[in-house]
């Protein structure tokens, strides 16, 4: 098993508040890591300092994180999200913009302006993302005036066009329908050749469905952590065991 | 006081006459629906008496007193033309210095300054916008026409003199002592509406750009976009506020109605003239004259803040649908 | 591929670079910002308080040529020509605001809504025109009376947008409590709704009374101005503003002078308004 991310002792903080405590973990490259727990556990916290968004909003790290064995805490944030992108819980398209642009607009923040170039990326990440036999003859039309699936799908279209090693997926399913959720699903099935996964999710089927690792969160801490079919037959720990059987959270 | 009755048929009378069930209920909605229609009618009688108002005058002169440069009141002829010239010169060119400060204190207060230091800045950019018209009219006086006369009109002149903008006796009072005053009392506006609305995109939008690679910079122009029409009104309604202003300009800009390109030369605006000439108006033509020019500037400034109320309230509701 | 490396690399660098300038100069537009500011408060004061004494708040205005005297007259105009503003402003302020959040959510409501804002953005000396023709035209000559009704219809879009935003504050369970207890809708509104949404309510009105405190261009042809003592509502009266106008524009230093210093006093009562408010409003909510 070859390591993405490797992090070590990780604190993070609110304020004063911790809400993380010593968390260690080795991400499995090209692998889907999911990672469950009860809300408020700090899972979202911990896939934020993986991209260092943690701090948009005001928060601290304290700790080390590796990617490819360099300490990203001390790397330009800036040049670390174009390596390790992001999809949010709720889908976030730039409504100013066309599906297109949306698409290239990671593109566009990175300097690359040559149309040439950038046509055949968004066609290719739209197909990627499942997403262009649907909107193949509305790429002008603007990235909020589709559906919140297909928004989700163009929302993953764009991370995947800025040509990222690690995808974090912040529970990128809970506001969408069955179908969208299938669709989604499949996604990260296909991605994940290319792509080393992180996903945040509540819903323990979609867990045990995509993912090969799991990682189980409680009240900031790593509870167990091991592969997805260990953790859901034969978990090692009375509290995992608890929650994957639905006793509590 | 809640409506109870023993008496059958009167209970059927009052039901078809008060549609709500109860009576107290009924006076609460009435009463306040009264003083809501009297703000309506407020805005109408506005209206018509400038109209009535100014009967004599738009008989007199029609369609001439807007396209007419002369304002001679020894003369009884009164043509608006110079008056609105400098009231729209004056506040555009004010807009012009204030937009970009504006919207660099906005997003400022809404994207960069640390949460311990935006409440103050706030807090003085609104307290900017609290100074009363007059003490600004004092301070032009006193302070900044002054310093207009001794160094930045010579400086003009001696620079940028070969342009026509910038000729003419340095005499401190006129246009760009104005349009200074103008532009520190749009300022505020402008800056607390744009903030809001910049605060109004979501925090999602930021996110967006930030784990695509962007930079600060990069992600605030995202939001800037969005925020566009938001901007657009805000802008509008710091037009509205200037066009209006009437103390302050009066007190710099030399009251004089005059077409001239020099911003050393004196103007006057549409309020400056009501503000000063009204209580010399001694004929009733002139009077119906001053009272024309206040309904002018009445339709403007209704107009304009219609438009820019549209333009922010479009922007609060395109983030509540999505 | 190395050539495109080297233009990804100068675009990084670029664009961080970029950013900084950037949000640099939005920081020094916020310092840019605050300068007038301190100017003016530096210039009203250093030059207010030289004036500054007892005989101001007490004292008649002097004559030209002698110099001394107060403004005790114009003082007290201010006062009750915000007086007659705030007894018009106040309660159509406060009653259209409950209306529109009660029971505004019609299409009379939103023109209400609309023309309120609308009427924020007239200038104040148009209302000085309509207050004219309104007022002082059928009355025959200047009166406080005009004066504060011209000032109580610019107070009305404050109170109005405040109270409605206050009341839309209170929570929808608190409402259901009170009408779940048979109280009817009225009763609720008032003795609950509008009991909580108090304190805001009281920001809006002070706000509307301050900014009524400092205006001048509707008072310029309806109060008018009075050099002597008056308290009646039906004749000319003095107030702070239109004596800093007339004296900033006088050749007479001494009167000058005097105007820096009625601006002070201007500005502290305008302190001093929201100072008490903020003592009533915190003496009734000690708990919270």
Not at chain 1, 220 to 241: R, Y
Not at chain 2, 127 to 154: H, K, M
Not at chain 2, 226 to 234: E, H, R, V
Not at chain 2, 266 to 283: G, H, K, W
């Amino acid at each position: 098993m070859e390591i993405k991310i490797s992090v070590k002792n990780l604190e993070a903080f609110y304020g004063k508040n911790k809400v993380l405590h010593n968390i260690s973990i080795d991400i499995p490259k090209n692998k889907v890591l999911a990672i469950i727990g009860p809300s408020g556990c700090g899972k979202s916290t911990f896939i934020r300092c993986l991209n260092r968004m943690h701090e948009v909003v005001g928060g601290s790290i304290k700790g080390e994180i590796l990617l490819d064995g360099e300490d990203l805490t001390k790397t330009d944030p800036v040049l670390l999200r174009k390596r390790v992108g992001m999809v949010f819980q709720k889908p976030n398209p730039f409504p100013s913009m066309s599906i297109f642009d949306n698409v290239a607009a990671g593109l566009k923040l990175n300097g690359v302006r040559n149309k040439k170039l950038i046509t055949p990326i968004v066609e290719k990440c739209l197909k990627q993302s499942a997403l262009w036999d649907e909107v193949k003859d509305q790429l002008d039309k603007s990235g909020a005036n589709i559906s919140g699936g297909q928004q989700q799908r163009l929302c993953i279209a764009r991370t995947l066009a800025v040509d990222p090693e690690v995808i974090l997926m912040d529970e990128p399913a809970s506001a969408l329908d069955p179908i969208s959720t299938t669709k989604i699903e499949d996604l990260i099935f296909q991605l994940k050749k290319d792509y080393t996964i992180v996903i945040v999710t509540h819903n323990m089927q979609q867990a045990a469905r995509v993912s090969d690792y799991t990682a189980f969160f409680y009240m900031g801490e790593i509870i167990e952590f091991d592969e997805t079919n260990k953790i859901f037959i034969s978990p090692s720990n009375k509290q995992t065991e608890d929650y994957v059987r639905g006793r509590f959270g | 006081m809640s409506y109870s009755v023993s008496k059958k048929e009167k209970n059927n009378f009052l039901k078809r006459f008060f549609p709500s069930n109860n009576l107290g209920d009924f006076i609460f909605e009435r009463l306040t629906w009264l003083f809501a229609l009297s703000v309506f009618l407020l805005v109408i009688l506005m209206g018509y008496e400038m109209y009535e108002g100014s009967k004599i005058s738009m008989q007199k002169f029609g369609f001439d007193f807007l396209v007419n440069s002369e304002w001679d009141p020894v003369q009884e002829i009164y043509g608006a033309l110079p008056i609105i010239y400098g009231t729209i010169v004056s506040s555009l060119l004010a807009l012009i210095i204030a937009l970009p400060f504006s919207i660099g204190v906005a997003v400022y207060l809404a994207e960069v300054a640390p949460p311990w230091l935006e409440k103050p800045l706030s807090f003085l950019v609104e307290l900017l916008a609290g100074i009363p018209s007059v003490i600004y009219g004092l301070w032009g006086i006193f302070v900044l026409v002054p310093w207009i006369r001794t160094d930045v009109e010579p400086y003009l002149s001696d620079k940028l003199g070969f342009l026509p903008f910038f000729r003419g006796a340095p005499y401190g009072f006129g246009l760009l002592a104005a349009v200074l005053i103008l532009t520190i009392m749009v300022l505020p506006i402008i800056t607390s509406i744009t903030r809001d609305v910049l605060k109004s995109v979501p925090r999602s939008q930021r996110e967006a750009a930030l784990a695509l690679g962007a930079t600060k910079w990069q992600s605030t122009i995202i939001v800037l976009k969005d925020a566009k029409s938001g901007i657009l009104g805000a802008t509008m309604l710091g037009f509205g506020r200037a066009i209006g202003e009437t103390m302050a300009v009066t007190m710099v800009i030399g009251n004089r109605a005059l077409i001239s390109p020099s911003l050393f030369d004196p103007s006057y605006t549409m309020a400056s003239v009501i503000a000063n000439e009204f209580t010399e108006a001694t004929s009733e033509m002139y009077l119906s004259a001053l009272i024309q020019l206040a309904l002018v500037l009445f339709v403007i400034t209704i107009f304009v803040n219609a438009l820019a109320r549209l333009l922010v309230w479009s922007m609060d509701r395109k983030w509540k649908t999505t | 591929m190395e050539n495109d490396m080297k233009k990804s690399n100068l675009f990084y660098y670029r664009k961080k670079i970029t950013s900084f300038i950037m949000m640099s100069l939005t920081f020094i537009a916020a310092l840019a910002a605050i300068i007038p500011l301190v100017l003016i408060f530096y210039y009203t004061i250093s030059k207010g308080i030289t004036y500054l004494n007892i005989d101001f708040f007490v004292a008649m205005p002097k004559p030209v040529g002698e110099s001394g005297g107060g403004m005790a007259n114009a003082i007290v105009g201010t006062l009750i020509l915000i007086g007659i503003g705030g007894a018009i402003g106040i309660p159509v302020g406060i009653m259209t605001g409950t209306y529109l959040s009660e029971f505004g959510n019609n299409k009379f409501g939103y023109i209400v809504r609309f023309l309120t804002d609308v009427l924020s953005g007239i200038p104040s000396i148009v209302v000085g025109v309509v207050a004219y023709t309104m007022v002082v035209v059928p009355m025959k000559h200047f009166s406080a009376l005009a004066g504060g009704i011209a000032l109580g219809i610019l107070m009305i879009p404050t109170i109005t947008r405040t109270t409605e935003e206050m009341i839309k504050l209170v929570p929808h369970s608190l409402r259901e409590a009170g009408l779940a207890l048979g109280i009817p809708k009225w009763k609720t509104t008032l003795s609950i709704v509008l009991k909580t949404a108090w304190k805001g309510i009281a920001t809006g009105v002070l706000l509307g009374l301050s900014r009524a405190a400092g205006e001048t261009a509707p008072l310029l042809f309806t109060a008018l101005g009075n050099r002597f003592w008056s308290t009646s509502i039906g004749q000319p009266i003095a107030s702070l503003t239109v004596y800093i106008y007339d004296y900033a524009k006088s050749p007479f230093e001494d009167w000058n002078q005097q105007a820096w210093t009625a601006a002070l006093v201007l500005i502290l009562l305008i302190s001093l308004l929201s100072l008490l408010f903020r003592i009533i409003t915190r003496s009734k909510y000690k708990t919270n």
